[in-house]
Antibody, heavy 121, light 109 residues
Framework: QITLKESGPTLVKPTQTLTLTCTCS??????????VAWIRQPPGKAREWLAV???????RYSPSLKSRLTITKDTSKNQVVLTMTNMDPVDTATYYC?????????????WGQGALVTVSS | QSVLTQPPSVSGAPGQRVTISCTGS?????????VHWYQQLPGTAPKLLIY???NRPSGVPDRFSGSKSGTSASLAITGLQAEDEADYYC?????????FGGGTKLTVL
């Protein structure tokens, strides 16, 4: 049974850096073909893909946010970490991590419950 | 504005059939990339409903079906049930990044 769970702060101030952790179970981040993505959804707005990391440590980022994002993994803890710098109120959103399946490009067969992050002073 | 366009809402009575469209372009759906569909009930994690345009994961009722043609795709739900009331999202791929539709709220009357 694959599960993912997001954790991190619920409130960050403008200009601060957000760090979110996705704790994965039911699969190994080091298994060939595995990928985990971060996706967000601002209130009342569309979902937006942010970044993905693959089993071989290959990484891809949303072109519009690339300069602010870093995705890493810790295979010993089976966790994926996303950092986003220079947070702004427009970054207020529910942030999801999701397991990629079906080969590249993935679809996302398992999702976490999401973590609501509010950016406000 | 989403790269993939969905109607904001659709509705239907129990037992009816509804369809939700997902319109893209030549750089995503029209380029041959697959379309996938997700269902999200209030307060729950998104659930994969259709993958690879028309395939259902294990456990998804055959009341749900997907299709793709040209630069568009559709999700059809037959025999509508109250439990189908949810938000539905399409997803594809475009120029090295993943793209989503804006979501469609299905109301069961």
């Amino acid at each position: 049974q694959i599960t993912l769970k997001e954790s991190g702060p619920t409130l960050v101030k403008p200009t601060q850096t957000l760090t979110l952790t996705c704790t994965c179970s039911g699969f190994s981040l080091s298994t060939s073909g595995v990928g985990v993505a971060w996706i967000r959804q601002p209130p009342g707005k569309a979902r937006e893909w942010l970044a993905v990391i693959y089993w071989d440590d290959d990484k891809r980022y949303s072109p519009s946010l690339k300069s602010r994002l870093t995705i890493t993994k810790d295979t010993s803890k089976n966790q994926v970490v996303l950092t986003m710098t220079n947070m702004d109120p427009v970054d207020t959103a529910t942030y999801y991590c999701a397991h990629g399946a079906g080969g590249d490009p993935f679809y996302f067969d398992f999702w976490g419950q999401g973590a609501l992050v509010t950016v406000s002073s | 504005q989403s790269v993939l366009t969905q109607p904001p809402s659709v509705s239907g009575a129990p037992g009816q059939r509804v369809t939700i469209s997902c319109t893209g372009s030549s750089s995503n759906i029209g380029a041959g990339y697959h379309v996938h569909w997700y269902q999200q009930l209030p307060g729950t994690a998104p659930k994969l409903l259709i993958y690879g345009n028309s395939n259902r994961p294990s456990g998804v009722p055959d009341r749900f079906s997907g299709s793709k043609s040209g630069t568009s795709a559709s999700l059809a739900i037959t025999g509508l049930q109250a439990e189908d009331e949810a938000d539905y999202y399409c997803q594809s791929y475009d120029s090295s990044h993943w793209v989503f539709g804006g979501g469609t709220k299905l109301t069961v009357l």
